[in-house]
């Protein structure tokens, strides 16, 4: 039976997945975009009829050239629209402990992304927007209480 139009007129959101990476003494991995100025979580846009899950490591593999699986999901973060930009989602998933060699192991295949390091979380607040070092707080508490932290625009909820 037609649904008589109810599906295109159901509300779209922009959907993205990234992976936390972090070192043994607690830094994270960023990486510098070459299209903007601000350094981001290994990640991206997901794409049409394809999971978070599965478009983190699609995107691990265009950006750091590496096959890592993610791990389970550390933040579920709404974000509200802006820039013309409608709301969406954000999820990130846990990719374990690296170390520099790990690091340094990354190779930058499309020019999409110029670098990656391993930061501080102060020095992350310095990188990216204040709602990154939001997320990443959230994150980081994730790992450590084995839970899922709830986000609106980055700041945790539950």
């Avoid at 109810?6 to 959101?13: D, E, I, V």
């Avoid at 993205?16 to 043994?24: D, E, K, P, T, Y």
């Avoid at 601000?38 to 794409?47: A, K, M, S, T």
């Amino acid at each position: 039976m037609p649904d008589g139009g109810y599906a295109a007129g159901l509300p779209r959101k922009r959907v993205a997945a990234g992976v936390l990476f972090r070192s043994a003494d607690g830094r994270v991995l960023l990486v510098e975009p070459s299209y903007k100025p601000n350094w981001e979580l290994p990640g991206g846009v997901v794409e049409a009829d394809e999971a978070p899950w599965d478009g983190a490591v699609r995107e691990l593999g265009e950006e750091l050239g590496t096959d890592r699986p993610v791990g389970r999901l550390l933040v579920v973060d709404h974000v509200r629209g802006y820039d013309g930009r409608p709301d969406g989602m954000n999820f990130v998933f846990d990719g374990g402990v690296l170390d520099d060699a790990d690091v340094a192991g990354f190779v930058f295949r499309d020019g999409e992304i110029l670098s990656a390091g391993l930061y501080t979380l102060e020095q992350a607040r310095g990188l990216g927007k204040p709602m990154l070092a939001e997320r990443l707080s959230a994150a980081l508490a994730a790992v450590r209480e084995g839970s899922v932290a709830l986000c609106r625009d980055g700041v945790r909820i539950s």
